[in-house]
């Protein structure tokens, strides 16, 4: 599956404000700086999709983008802000918290969340205790490790195999995993047949409930 059109429809401040729930719906969330919109242009292909921020903090509310993929199908892709804020008030960081558990909790049309982790460092205790968090509510989610061509392929599967084994420590498996480097293109096809299979199953299963 490739993605053949990609828009931008709406930014939200919170979850009422979003499009109706009508499709199938993958958000993409990770530490300020992770490179989040490098990869969601990568994957649609439109280099400015996304705005590209030197800056963390830059996403500050809910982006939704309506896409359609070469299976004909429409969805929508998801820029959520970041969780681990750069310099921003303890006021702010909790209203984008707040937002963002209000988001996860109760869209129901969010088929899977994307997460993204640094390849390039250790495992952090902040990015586990999100994805332990999101164990806790039982969340479909896949981690997406990024920025693949700053390091060695040595170093990159080091690291990602340790933030896995530390998973393990709390998880029975690990998730779904993809690496990716928005520089060197690689890894979005993965993803997009990642994508397309939960898209079938999503159909299916609302056919099955009307």
């Known amino acids: 599956m490739e993605i053949i059109q990609a828009s931008y429809l709406i930014s939200s401040p919170s979850v009422e404000k979003c499009p109706p729930p009508e499709k199938a719906e993958y958000a993409f969330i990770g530490r300020s700086n992770v490179g989040k919109s490098s990869l969601i242009n990568m994957l649609c292909n439109k280099k400015e999709l996304a705005k590209v921020s030197s800056s963390p903090g830059k996403t500050q509310m809910i982006n939704h983008f309506l896409i359609t993929s070469s299976d004909k199908k429409e969805w929508y892709l998801v820029d959520l802000p970041g969780y681990g804020y750069a310099k921003r008030s303890i006021k702010q960081r909790n209203s984008w918290q707040k937002m963002i558990d209000g988001y996860l909790k109760s869209r129901e049309n969010l088929v899977n969340l994307f997460i993204l982790i640094d ?38 599967a080091n690291n990602v195999n340790d933030f896995l084994k530390e998973l393990l420590k709390t998880w029975e498996e690990p998730p779904p995993h993809f690496v990716t480097s928005a520089i060197k293109r690689t890894g979005s096809r993965p993803i997009l047949s990642f994508i397309s299979e939960l898209n079938t199953a999503y159909e299916k299963h609302k056919k099955d409930r009307v």
């Open 119 to 156: 390849s390039r460092i250790s495992p952090q205790k902040i990015d586990l205790e999100f994805v332990n968090k999101l164990g806790a509510w039982q969340m479909p989610f896949a981690i997406v490790f990024t920025k693949a061509d700053k390091s060695t392929q040595k170093e990159t």
